[in-house]
């Protein structure tokens, strides 16, 4: 089993920035987990954000947020992390964290097995 909870969350204005934390605990080893960052604004899906492979050396982003948001992941204190830059209103949703048994960072929520309570991001315009 593992627990993942979200912190980081709050309101910002537009252009400004925001660093999301999820800290896992449980059985698992942090290291055997790939990593993922997914969202959901109200009355919307669940989407992918960004994955991180086991080592950190493989990241994936969805479209809407590369070149704005970085993930990354301390494997000593097991914590993945969201480094979001250029905020923008669009992007306010409900950020979740979730964790699978796979080292290939992939966009499909059916991989991921275990998943956070979230955290609210707002962004004001």
């Known amino acids: 089993q593992v627990q993942l909870i979200e912190s980081g969350g709050g309101l910002v204005q537009a252009g400004g920035s925001l660093r999301l934390s999820c800290a896992a605990s449980g059985r698992a080893s942090f290291s055997s987990l790939t990593m993922a960052w997914f969202r959901q604004a109200p009355g919307k899906e669940r989407e992918f954000g960004a994955a991180?492979?086991?080592?950190?050396?493989?990241?994936n982003y969805a479209d809407s947020v590369k070149g704005r948001f970085t993930i990354s992941r301390d494997n000593a204190k097991n914590t993945v992390y969201l480094q979001m830059n250029g905020l923008k209103p669009e992007d306010t949703a409900v950020y979740y964290c979730?964790?699978?048994?796979?080292?290939?960072?992939?966009?499909?929520?059916?991989?991921?097995?275990?998943w956070g309570q979230g955290t609210q991001v707002t962004v004001s315009s």
């Open positions: 979730a964790a699978a048994y796979t080292d290939s960072p992939a966009p499909m929520r059916s991989l991921y097995a275990y």
């Open positions: 991180i492979s086991r080592s950190g050396g493989n990241t």
